[in-house]
């Protein structure tokens, strides 16, 4: 009965470190003695151990933007990435603001584009 107990604690010490519980203070709110900043979010896409769905919310939480094709047409399918996040246009550039960018490293597929040696 002690294991579920400790591990149910020390998620609650992980859930504070993961990007989500501290949203609130990551840019405009800092915390003490820590300057305001814009960050940049590098996502790869199908993380297997950080949701996308996390991620974009994050990127909603914070007003982000994104390039205006974050993932190629098919390769995150059922889903329209990042959904009701702002696209950034050439009039936006040079950009010095809060984005998330989208990595996608493939597989290349007949079907599918993706990365391989020719690309």
Not at 61 to 83: E, F
């Amino acid at each position: 009965m002690s294991h579920p107990l400790l591990l149910q604690l020390m998620q609650m010490l992980w859930d504070r470190s993961e990007p989500s519980g501290y949203t609130h203070v990551m840019t405009d709110n800092p915390p003490p003695n820590t300057p305001a900043h814009n960050i940049t979010l590098q996502v790869a896409l199908g993380d297997h151990q950080v949701s996308n769905f996390t991620s974009d919310n994050m990127a909603r939480s914070l007003d982000m933007k994104t390039n205006q094709v974050p993932v190629d047409p098919g390769r995150w399918p059922d889903h329209d990435g990042l959904w009701n996040v702002p696209r950034l246009t050439s009039a936006d550039f040079p950009y010095h603001g809060k984005q998330i960018i989208y990595f996608d490293g493939g597989p290349a597929q007949p079907e599918q584009p993706g990365s391989d040696h020719r690309h």
